[in-house]
């Protein structure tokens, strides 16, 4: 069963234009997400977060929003940069059987910045 | 990646052998986990723990254990190496997330069971 969906593999972008990605979750739980970045042969790097208390975070050209309605949220990268072609998993966490150790993660979005 | 150590990065085991993965964090964490990393599937937990002494299993912890005797160290031993555990695996160390901190990742140690 899975709680966090990342329904596109793949996501092609001009540089310069904005990327959204998109990630679904089923569990209303959930009260904490996080977006992760990750280059090939490498550990994923955090990007940016946001509390289920809020519903939206910013952090220079990443935005995240959170829709608790809908279960849903999106990264935002505007503009978008070539250097930001990687994977981008989202995350979720539990707040009673969930801690900083058990991340809940999403299958990733490949990203492609072209010139 | 700054601060959590994972070792082996590359490793081809024969189908029963044993092995461990090291992992040290140098950030004086209380939460550390291991993931693997299969194609198409995201990452898993495979094991975690809130702190020394204390471990837990996660969603896929069958052939696989775990100690933690100490906070800096979290070593994920395979008992009898199978073809179906070749995959990536990445430790993760981590505070509280609600104090605002997060959570590092280990830069990946790539397993190949034959």
């Known amino acids: 069963d899975q709680q966090v969906k990342q329904n596109s593999p793949s996501l092609s972008v001009q540089e310069g234009r904005i990327s959204i990605l998109n990630c679904d979750y089923t569990?209303?739980?959930?009260?904490?997400f996080l977006w992760y970045k990750k280059y090939p042969a490498e550990g994923p790097t955090f990007l940016i977060s946001?509390?289920?208390?809020?519903d939206k975070n910013e952090d220079g050209r990443f935005t995240v929003f959170l829709n608790k309605s809908a279960k849903h949220l999106s990264l935002h990268i505007v503009p978008s940069q070539p250097g930001d072609s990687a994977v981008y998993f989202c995350?979720?966490?539990?707040?009673?059987?969930?801690?900083?150790?058990?991340?809940?993660f999403g299958t990733g979005t490949r990203l492609q910045v072209t010139l | 990646n700054a601060g959590v150590t994972q070792t082996p990065k590359f490793q081809v085991l024969k189908t029963g052998q044993s092995m461990t993965l090291q992992c040290a964090q140098d950030m004086n964490h209380e939460y550390m986990s291991w993931y693997r990393q299969d194609p198409g599937m995201g990452l898993r937990l495979i094991h975690y723990?809130?702190?020394?002494?204390?471990?837990d299993q996660g969603e896929v912890p069958n052939g696989y254990n775990v100690s933690r005797s100490t906070t800096e160290d979290f070593p994920l031993r395979l008992l009898s190496a199978a073809p179906s555990q070749t995959s990536v695996y990445f430790c993760?160390?981590?505070?509280?997330?609600?104090?605002?901190?997060?959570?590092?990742f280990g830069e990946g140690s790539w397993l190949t069971v034959v």
């Open positions: 723990s809130v702190g020394a002494g204390i471990t």
């Open positions: 569990n209303s739980m959930f009260d904490y």
């Open positions: 993760a160390s981590g505070q509280r997330l609600h104090s605002g901190n997060t959570i590092y």
């Open positions: 995350a979720a966490i539990h707040p009673f059987t969930g801690t900083a150790s058990k991340l809940t």
């Open positions: 946001i509390s289920s208390i809020k």
